[in-house]
């Protein structure tokens, strides 16, 4: 039995790694971790029995300890929860599907007890990759990428050496609002930019998709996974999702991987790493397809993208500064608190005006990510939305 433990049990990726749980049998969850869902989470407990569990919410946490008491499991809360949570003794492998930066210091804890992490939770990447990368050697401990872009790269470079990699051509679908204006950009509702076109995912990524600032975010976690320069991966909109990614090499060959947008082909492929199973599930009909097309990304109206190619190249703490901004303005536009072309203005005047710092420690990230949402809330004077809840939770909003 392969064990694995689970941050963010009741969000999309984490719902689709239990159904991969539930094809092949030879699993056993250890651990599991959500922020409130309690009802769901207590469901999953009774069919999986892991031997502990966090909710992030104190309060939501003591009321499913009275609803499991019947059950020989540890309820936990908060970070101490999540940390206890990631390094459950028996788990060889933690899934992070986590929303957001809350993942770095679970990430690191399980690490450094040894567990392999089955990485979705790229924003943990984005700000930390020259702490984790560096750890994972250390440990001899593995990074496996979930993200679908990012698994199809580890799976056209098996059995390749690094040194014959020229580029890494990243795909995306360029979103639902593909060949848009900035004028037209301007008018977005949240309702539209929920919508994507191929994928259904959390509302968070969702949103980050429809700025590509999600592309972004894949950029920078694509030079610290496969340890090349922000300038060897380039951006390639194939809006069809057909190609999930593309690794051209020294001699011209490119290899691509290419499938049905289906989250369980990558969560499966890390979890049983290099072992192919079997997936049911739809398969490619290329003549079905007829054509798969390609254009360049356009940066002057999806600005996202080119600051993270700027916040990427100078490093530091800047890629913390970009991401931060961007989770704490989707968390606001999710709430209605703001305007859709607001969350990349956030965090254009944020890069601006920090001061980097090189080679942050834990401390320094997470101390970069405060002065970001606090630089934002002195410029912007938003008004909380009535009732309204927090979507997306950060350092900043949950201390
Ligand atoms: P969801 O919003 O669907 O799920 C997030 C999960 O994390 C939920 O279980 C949520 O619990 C839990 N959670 C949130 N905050 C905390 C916290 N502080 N402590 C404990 N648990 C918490 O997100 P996704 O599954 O879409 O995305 C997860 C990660 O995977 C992101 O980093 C995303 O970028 C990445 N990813 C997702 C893809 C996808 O297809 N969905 C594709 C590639 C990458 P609750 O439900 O109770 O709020
Ligand atoms: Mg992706």
């Given at each position: 039995?392969?064990?694995?433990g ?73 970070m ?70 990012h698994?199809?790269?580890?799976q ?16 995306a ?7 848009w204006?900035r ?8 309702e ?15 949103i ?83 054509s798969?097309?390609f ?5 002057e109206?999806?600005r996202?993208?080119?600051l ?13 500064v ?6 704490y ?16 203005e ?10 980097v ?10 101390e ?8 934002i ?17 950060t ?5």
């Open positions: 039995m392969k064990k694995i689970i941050l963010g049990s009741t969000g999309s990726i984490g719902t689709q790694t239990l159904q991969v749980v539930d094809q092949q049998k030879d699993i056993q969850v250890t651990a599991l971790a959500a922020g409130s869902n309690i009802r769901l989470l207590e469901e999953q407990i009774r069919r999986y029995h892991p031997s502990v569990v966090c909710v992030w919410d104190e309060a939501k946490a003591r009321d499913l300890k009275t609803r499991v008491a019947d059950l020989s499991v540890r309820v936990t809360w908060g101490e929860g999540l940390i206890e949570t990631a390094t459950e003794p028996r788990s060889e492998i933690l899934v992070t599907a986590v929303v957001g930066m809350i993942g770095i210091r679970p990430t690191i804890a399980a690490m450094e007890a040894g567990k392999d992490i089955a990485l979705a939770n790229k924003e943990t990447l984005v700000t930390a990759g020259h702490l984790i990368m560096p750890l994972a050697r250390k440990q001899g401990v593995r990074i496996l990428p979930v993200d679908s872009e698994s199809a790269i580890f056209c470079l098996n059995g390749e050496p690094r040194r014959g990699v020229s580029r890494i051509l990243l795909t679908s360029g979103g639902p609002f593909r060949g204006t004028k037209q950009l301007a008018g977005v509702r949240l539209d930019a929920l919508k994507h076109p191929n994928w259904s995912m959390g509302r968070k990524i969702t980050d998709s429809s700025t590509m600032v999600n592309k972004g975010l894949e950029v920078m976690e694509a030079r610290w996974l496969f340890q090349v320069s922000m300038d060897q991966v380039q951006v390639v909109v194939q809006p069809q999702s057909v190609i999930h990614s593309m690794v051209e090499f020294a001699d011209g060959a490119v290899m691509a991987q290419l499938g049905t947008p289906d989250m369980k082909l990558p969560i499966q492929y890390a979890l049983y790493y290099p072992e192919r199973r079997v997936l049911s599930g739809e398969r490619l009909d290329f003549a079905k397809l007829g798969i097309t254009e360049n990304p356009d940066m109206v999806f996202g993208l080119k993270a190619y700027d916040a990427g190249r100078r490093g530091g703490s800047l890629p913390t970009y991401n931060a901004a961007n989770e303005g989707v968390g606001r536009f999710l709430n209605r608190e703001i305007s859709y072309l607001t969350i990349v956030m965090i254009e005047a944020a890069m601006e005006q920090h001061q710092t090189e080679n942050p420690s834990v401390e320094q990230i997470l970069a990510e405060r002065e970001t949402c606090e630089f809330e002195s410029r912007w004077q938003i008004a909380e939305h009535s009732g309204g809840s927090t979507s997306v939770r350092h900043c909003t949950d201390s």
